[in-house]
């Protein structure tokens, strides 16, 4: 059975940190890509960052880069996000996901691409 589970998230103030975690199993971590997502209320869903285990290269949300950094711990099966500087419109429900298909630039961010998801994690960032 393939489950997502993040964890990680939480009430911060403006200019704070969190780091999340997303701990996979079911399938071979090493073929996949793991997308971090977000859903603030009356939103779309956004693609935040996206790591590749298949060919190391990671992605960014133009909004995040700079302060949000992705990596992938293959003998822990998780993938980290770590939030600076947070700010109150990175408020949202944080979401995991993976696909086995690959991705690339143009791809990494679609929902669409990812056939696998997490239940989410609550990220608040007050003012």
């Known amino acids: 059975e393939v489950q997502l589970v993040e964890s990680g998230g939480g009430l911060v103030q403006a200019g704070g940190s969190l780091r999340l975690s997303c701990v996979v199993s079911g399938f071979s971590f090493d073929d996949h890509a793991i997308g971090w997502f977000r859903q603030a209320p009356g939103k779309e869903r956004e693609g935040v960052s996206c790591?590749?285990?298949?060919?190391?290269?990671?992605y960014y949300a133009d909004s995040v880069k700079g302060r949000f950094t992705i990596s992938s711990d293959t003998a822990k099966n998780t993938v980290y996000l770590q939030m600076n500087d947070l700010k109150p419109e990175d408020t949202a429900v944080y979401y995991c996901?993976?696909?086995?298909?690959?991705?690339?630039?143009?791809?990494?961010?679609?929902?669409?691409?990812?056939?696998?998801w997490g239940q989410g994690t609550q990220v608040t960032v007050s003012a």
């Open positions: 996901a993976a696909t086995p298909y690959g991705t690339d630039s143009y791809r990494w961010s679609e929902p669409d691409e990812y056939p696998y």
């Open positions: 790591v590749s285990n298949i060919d190391g290269r990671t």
